[in-house]
């Protein structure tokens, strides 16, 4: 909100106001706040949003108020060109008239256009929130589910943006607002002509908790928590951490009647950096205790997210040994690699997915996997080891020669190996939940905490 918005505002600081500029909606939480609306309403933060495939076609363009040209997705393009991975395109892209605001998911990039200078972790925040809901609306976020409910698409987009700001992002509220998509609703649809807007307001806008319904009932009382953390580290020829970070999320699925209370605790809160909240965490109570207190959603949410960046505290979960070598003059190559599990707590190591790009001058590659199956693809250059399950008693390995070109000069530099891996019930980091309360409510739900550990960027130099 920016000093246009608002000529005058007093009250308790804990105050906080919704506007709606379209449909002229206000919400107020402390009554004893007064507000007048300025006679202009402020610049849009995000004008256009355009959603791009993977083959750089736009399937799908919203504008609010007036049309930005598709042109503008040309410095997009361009940069796009230039990224040698699809998620290195620039997350900020700057243009003579406007910025361009991306990120990729699902193998969709959602570009916002934006005419003046706002946050740009806000609009990225946003648009992370936008697929979310496509998610829990269609099941999956994917060009196809988008295309076959392109009606919900844009009443959401409408409800979710009003004048280029977020208005009502939260799934409950979203809900009530646009009923989702089913094949009975669809037909009724298509033969009545009617949508699937509600109309009336949605009780949680006004309540004092916008992000959960009011009048919630289950018959099964059930809170589950998923703790989900991905490893991201380059590893050296001898083995050495080069450097090594963990990104992790706290996901909840929490279907409680009422209006309970939580609090979940930590055996080790201070291993946590860089956590962001969902709105319904105290923050005060976890500054003072590292408890997080909170009346929950509805349903889905992603509770926090974090970051361990101290190297100390990361453990690599899986070893590599590597002799990947070329001979000058000679027209055939060596291969010989092995996988082992490292630092994890006894547990197996599962999907596990070895890649490499090797270099151009490889024509084909010989190689006897002891595990799973590989592939090679002369054109790519890019060579696939589906390992599956490790096995500590008989470490996987894959070993050959690699062809090369005649009278090709030795290759310059060695291919980097990529792994993908999960390991189920266990945090990387070593995070564990101590214990779940609830208060406000009388009967005893089913709780449930479950860990896993996965690989995000996971490299390995030969």
């Not at 004893?32 to 076609?57: C, E, R, W, Y």
């Not at 290195?88 to 605001?101: A, C, G, K, M, Q």
């Not at 988008?146 to 009003?162: F, G, S």
Request: proline share 6%; net charge neutral; with cysteine.
């Amino acid at each position: 909100m920016t000093p246009r918005d608002l000529i005058h505002l007093t009250g308790r600081n804990d105050g906080w106001l919704i506007f709606h500029w379209g449909r002229k909606r206000a919400k107020r939480q402390d009554e004893n706040a007064t507000f007048v609306f300025a006679s202009q309403p402020p610049a849009k933060m995000i004008h256009s949003l355009f959603l791009v495939n993977a083959s750089g076609d736009i399937f799908l363009e919203k504008h609010w108020k007036s049309v930005v040209s598709r042109s503008v997705c040309d410095y997009f393009f361009e940069a796009q060109e230039r990224a040698t991975e699809p998620e290195n395109v620039p997350p900020v892209i700057p243009t003579p008239h406007h910025y361009l605001i991306s990120v990729l998911r699902h193998r969709i990039y959602f570009v916002a256009v934006i005419q003046s200078e706002v946050p740009p972790l806000f609009v990225i925040e946003f648009l992370h929130r936008v697929v979310d809901t496509f998610q829990d609306y269609f099941g999956v976020c994917t060009e196809a589910a988008i295309k076959d409910n392109v009606v919900v698409v844009y009443e959401l987009l409408e409800e979710m943006l009003d004048n280029g700001f977020p208005l009502a992002t939260e799934s409950n509220i979203l809900k009530e607002l646009i009923k989702p998509p089913t094949i009975l609703r669809t037909m009724v649809n298509t033969i009545t002509g009617s949508t699937n807007v509600g109309e009336q307001l949605p009780t949680g806008q006004l309540s004092v908790v916008p992000w959960r319904r009011t009048g919630v009932k289950y018959t099964n009382n059930e809170a589950y928590f998923d703790v989900v953390e991905e490893i991201d580290a380059i590893i050296d020829k001898s083995g050495s951490t080069i450097t090594a970070e963990i990104q992790g999320v706290i996901d909840a699925c929490v279907k409680l009647t009422g209006m309970p209370d939580l609090t979940l605790s930590f055996m080790n809160p201070r291993l946590l950096d860089d956590v962001s909240f969902h709105p319904c965490v105290r923050f005060k109570r976890w500054e003072a205790e590292r408890i997080l207190s909170f009346i929950p959603p509805d349903g889905n949410f992603r509770l926090l997210s974090y970051h361990v960046s101290s190297q100390n505290l990361v453990a690599i979960p899986v070893y590599v040994k590597h002799n990947i070598s070329f001979r000058e003059g000679s027209s055939q190559g060596r291969f010989d690699l092995t996988l082992g599990p490292k630092q994890t707590m006894g547990k197996s190591v599962e999907s596990v997915l070895v890649s490499s790009q090797l270099p151009r001058g490889v024509l084909n590659a010989n190689l006897n996997p002891s595990q799973g199956t590989y592939t090679f693809d002369p054109v790519t250059k890019m060579l696939s080891w589906d390992v599956g399950k490790i096995n500590p008693q008989k470490l996987p390995s894959l070993k050959g020669t690699m062809s090369l070109q005649a009278g090709a000069s030795k290759p310059d530099e060695n291919p980097t190996i990529n792994i993908q891996l999960k390991i189920q019930q266990m945090a990387i980091s070593g995070l564990k939940v101590n214990r779940l309360d609830m208060y406000g409510e009388k009967y005893k739900p089913f709780k449930g905490i479950k860990y896993m550990t996965k690989a995000g960027k996971f490299q390995v130099r030969t």
